[in-house]
């Protein structure tokens, strides 16, 4: 008789969370607390960051690999989302932070698509799962609010309306399925550096923006599935300040737009420039004139909406 000597699996929880884009982005003047006031329409997309979170030895605290596309452009050290994620579950809870984090990167970095955001809201359904905490959803997404403005997007997914900081969510209802493109570049734009150019561009004239800032089209699009007024009705107060940070974005735009795209846009704070095809082919075809003509580094094709933050595999103890 031979006795299999297999050491259990430690627990861990595999979670994965989705990148968006910012189909109307509208931005108003800077306040005190140095935010701008946002109407914004959010929709996530297809691309998915996910991150492992495994239990580890008492006392052995927080650690942080990466992996997949542009890993070493990320930090793994506590200035991470994930990690600073980890680390405010466990303070809230009074449960103790010995978690080792694995991020597979899905989405672009630094590239206006949230990828760092969507990674804070997968540690938190990651960590609150391992650590069976079990914290009501409203507290995750407060926590998610604290850690960036693009967290409680990332928690909730699909298609929302945000306004605050871009925080304050209500669902918005859609009809079928939209076709990305996107078009990234090797070097990201700090978003902190897009809205001081907005600034610096808008000066003190610069609009309040009201939760229904002129997005009706936009929105009736959406209900009716219409994705050639969607198209049409693409916006973003930042796409000056991003084209005037990189110029050559210009390129970027342009080059979609002659390719037919249903509409063209700089996504989020930049430079990532998201365009929309009439079917998955034609996405897929914008990324190639995109490729062709040498004016992106990466292209990646995507559907929108997709689902929020989601547990894909638990194993426990
Ligand atoms: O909240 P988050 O850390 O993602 O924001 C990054 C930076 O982007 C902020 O420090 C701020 O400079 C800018 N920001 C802003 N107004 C918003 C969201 C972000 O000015 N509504």
Not at 104 to 126: E, F, H, I, W
Not at 151 to 179: C, K, N, Q
Not at 203 to 221: F, Q
Request: aromatic share 4%.
């Amino acid at each position: 008789m031979s006795a299999r000597l297999t050491a259990a699996p430690q627990p861990s929880v595999r979670v994965r969370a989705p990148g968006k884009v910012n189909l109307a982005l509208r931005v108003g003047p800077v306040g005190s607390d140095g935010y701008h006031p946002l109407a914004t329409i959010f929709q996530a997309v297809s691309l998915f960051e996910e991150v492992t979170a495994t239990q580890t030895a008492p006392g052995s605290g927080i650690s942080l690999t990466v992996s997949g596309p542009q890993a070493d452009a990320v930090p793994t050290d506590a200035s991470n989302l994930a990690w600073r994620a980890a680390a405010l579950l466990a303070e809230r809870t009074g449960l103790a932070a010995d978690v080792r984090l694995h991020i597979t990167k899905g989405v672009p970095v630094a590239g206006g698509m949230a990828g760092g955001s969507a990674d804070a809201a997968a540690a938190l359904l990651a960590c609150d799962t391992l650590w069976d905490a079990g914290l009501p959803r409203p507290e995750l997404v407060e926590m998610a609010a604290e850690l960036g403005a693009d967290v409680p997007f990332s928690l909730l997914g699909h298609t929302a309306v945000g306004t605050g900081r871009g925080d304050l969510l209500t669902p918005a209802m859609t009809r079928g399925e939209f076709h990305w493109c996107f078009g990234t570049q090797r070097e990201g734009l700090p978003t902190p550096s897009v809205f001081r150019r907005f600034d610096e561009l808008a000066g003190p004239s610069t609009p309040e923006v009201g939760p229904a800032a002129d997005d009706t089209e936009l929105m009736h699009a959406l209900r009716a599935g219409d994705a050639v007024a969607l198209g049409k009705a693409l916006h973003n107060d930042l796409e000056a300040a991003a084209l005037d940070l990189r110029p050559e974005l210009a390129a970027v735009l342009q080059v979609a737009t002659d390719s037919g795209a249903l509409g063209v846009v700089v996504s989020g704070s930049g430079p990532t420039v998201a365009a929309l095809g009439r079917s998955r082919q034609h996405a897929l075809a914008l990324g190639a004139a995109w490729t062709a003509a040498d004016v992106v580094d990466a292209v990646w094709c995507a559907t929108g909406p997709a689902a929020g933050t989601q547990v894909v595999t638990s194993v426990s103890r």
